[in-house]
């Protein structure tokens, strides 16, 4: 079992800057892949960037260029910068664990975090 507990989310006018934050408990953080997803009333839930375990990043389009995911292994924790943030990054922003293990992924939740960009 991982546990998941993001923080950062807040209100910010467009143009600004965010930085989330969620630290993992529970399992040895380094073995798994980390990423940030973020969904909208009504939306299904996206992507937005990823990180594997040899540090290898994966971005949505729309952010590309403005965020940056990265990760402590030694704090167990990843993190995503938000820059030139957009009314349209408007969101619930989650974090994820993900782990395969032959043909089944284990994959851990956190609760989530507000992200409101005012334009």
């Known amino acids: 079992q991982v546990q998941l507990v993001e923080s950062g989310g807040g209100l910010v006018q467009a143009g600004g800057s965010l930085r989330l934050s969620c630290v993992a408990s529970?399992?040895?953080?380094?073995?798994?892949?980390m990423g940030w997803y973020r969904q909208t009333p009504g939306k299904q839930r996206e992507l937005v960037a990823d990180?594997?375990?040899?540090?290898?990043?994966n971005y949505t389009d729309s952010v590309k260029g403005r965020f940056t995911i990265s990760r402590d292994n030694a704090k167990n924790t990843v993190y995503l910068q938000m820059n030139s943030l957009k009314p349209e990054d408007t969101a619930v922003y989650s974090c994820?664990?993900?782990?395969?293990?032959?043909?089944?992924?284990?994959?851990?939740w956190g609760q989530g975090t507000q992200v409101t960009v005012s334009s």
């Open positions: 994820n664990a993900r782990r395969r293990v032959n043909i089944l992924t284990y994959r851990y």
């Open positions: 529970g399992s040895i953080f380094s073995i798994f892949t």
């Open positions: 990180i594997t375990t040899d540090d290898s990043t």
